[in-house]
Nanobody, 136 residues
Framework: QVQLVESGGGSVETGGSLMLSCAVT????????VAWFRQTPGTEREVVAK????????DYADSVKGRFTVSIDNTGDPVYLQMTTLQPEDTATYYC?????????????????????????????WGQGTQVTVSS
């Protein structure tokens, strides 16, 4: 059984930075993905960053590209989300989630890679969330 616990949320001013951590208990497999989602009241959870354990390949929502960086320890624990140049529209509850990668294949270097799903429906394990508030 995998358990995920987020930490590092808080309140910052526009332009500030935060680093979120996701502590992992249990085993996240080499073919699994870890993703960071965010949600505001009345909206669907949206993915902001994803990382595939097999080759550490990552992907980002357009809204956070160049500002957020996802990384994962070699052991699979913890998973980080470094957030910089924060904007008021980044205010949300942030969740980490884990689930299987899709479309397993070899990359150009011959390592296995996969596509991490966009939808929260494909993620089996979730943390409880951590609040990020960015004031203008």
């Amino acid at each position: 059984q995998v358990q995920l616990v987020e930490s590092g949320g808080g309140s910052v001013e526009t332009g500030g930075s935060l680093m979120l951590s996701c502590a992992v208990t249990g085993y996240i497999g080499i073919n699994d993905c870890v993703a960071w989602f965010r949600q505001t009241p009345g909206t669907e959870r949206e993915v902001v960053a994803k990382i595939y354990r097999g080759d550490d390949s990552s992907d980002y929502a357009d809204s956070v590209k160049g500002r957020f960086t996802v990384s994962i320890d070699n052991t699979g624990d913890p998973v980080y989300l470094q957030m910089t140049t924060l904007q008021p529209e980044d205010t949300a509850t942030y969740y980490c989630a884990a689930g299987p990668g899709r479309n397993l294949r070899k990359n150009l270097s011959g390592r296995m890679t996969a596509t991490c799903p966009e939808s929260h429906y494909y993620y089996n394990y979730w943390g409880q969330g951590t609040q990020v508030t960015v004031s203008s």
